[in-house]
Nanobody, 127 residues
Framework: EVQLVESGGGLVQAGGSLRLSCAAS????????IGWFRQAPGKEREGVAC????????YYEDSVKGRFTISKDNAKNTVSLQMNSLKPEDTAVYYC????????????????????WGQGTQVTVSS
């Protein structure tokens, strides 16, 4: 059974940092992509950062470039999202997702391209 479990969300002041972790089980990263998505109240879910589980190719949404870093640990089957210089507009529920059967260098960025989802973790950035 595939499971994705997020952790690390919380409340932080603007300018602060948080590190989200996604623990995956039931599959190996080699032919999957792992993505972090977020959804704020009244807004559509958007891809924030994604990584190819095989070769490490990454994608970042423009608003988080230079502030967020996605990384993977294949041995531990975990993907992390280091979030620095947080802004109030980063407030959202953050979800970890996995896309099966991706090719080398492929990084899906749309939520409909992902097959498995975690339960989400709340990130709140106060001004």
């Amino acid at each position: 059974e595939v499971q994705l479990v997020e952790s690390g969300g919380g409340l932080v002041q603007a300018g602060g940092s948080l590190r989200l972790s996604c623990a995956a089980s039931g599959f190996t990263f080699g032919d999957h992509a792992i993505g972090w998505f977020r959804q704020a109240p009244g807004k559509e879910r958007e891809g924030v950062a994604c990584i190819n589980g095989g070769d490490g190719t990454t994608y970042y949404e423009d608003s988080v470039k230079g502030r967020f870093t996605i990384s993977k640990d294949n041995a531990k089957n975990t993907v992390s999202l280091q979030m620095n210089s947080l802004k109030p507009e980063d407030t959202a529920v953050y979800y970890c997702a996995a896309a099966y059967g991706v090719s080398w260098h492929e990084v899906p960025v749309r939520d409909y391209e992902y097959d498995y989802w975690g339960q989400g973790t709340q990130v709140t950035v106060s001004s």
